[in-house]
């Protein structure tokens, strides 16, 4: 009987833990997500003013080297390239698509996809830069609330696991 008590135990520890990581990783997703998207900001800028070159095909360059974007802008890119598709409905399917994104940063991220193509290069550079700022802002705030708020759903998830196991023995 004590042998089955232990691996009742057993087995309820390592599904609180594995509860605990999927209470975490909403948050941890938002942080990878914003730092993807701060790194293809960064590589949009060089393509678009200096290189030339035309929107998809930058958007395309920028979001290759993402591993989190990359699938979602192969299909928002050959989407772009169809003659009856508007570029402003396309953006905002994309940000519906993509895992990780929390109400403020599809918000930045839908007001930059409304100037995207539809001005001067130095116009969009500085669209993008205050892009940036912004999910920067965001990215420090999604870190503060992984650690504070994906640690407290951690432990709290332990905490009910072991209380189980105490009540279990």
Not at 14 to 39: C, I, K, M
Not at 102 to 109: A, E, F, K, M, Q
Not at 110 to 124: A, E, I, N
């Amino acid at each position: 009987m004590i042998f089955v008590r232990v691996v009742a135990a057993v087995l309820v520890l390592y599904a609180a833990w594995r509860l605990s990581e999927r209470a975490r990783e909403p948050f941890q997703a938002r942080v990878r997500g914003l730092e993807e998207w701060q790194q293809l900001l960064a590589r949009l800028i060089p393509l678009i003013e200096w290189r030339r070159l035309p929107l998809p095909d930058a958007l395309w360059q920028a979001a290759s080297a993402q591993r989190l974007l990359r699938p979602a802008f192969k299909v928002f890119t050959e989407e772009l390239r169809s003659p009856d598709c508007r570029f402003d409905d396309r953006w905002e399917r994309l940000l519906i698509r993509l895992p990780g994104l929390w109400g403020d940063d599809r918000r930045v991220l839908s007001d930059l996809g409304r100037v995207l193509g539809t001005s001067d290069t130095s116009h969009q550079h500085r669209h993008i830069a205050a892009a940036q700022a912004e999910l920067e802002r965001l990215l420090v705030e999604a870190r503060t609330r992984r650690s504070k708020d994906g640690r407290l759903f951690s432990v709290l998830v332990n905490a009910l696991g072991l209380t189980v196991v105490i009540l279990l023995l």
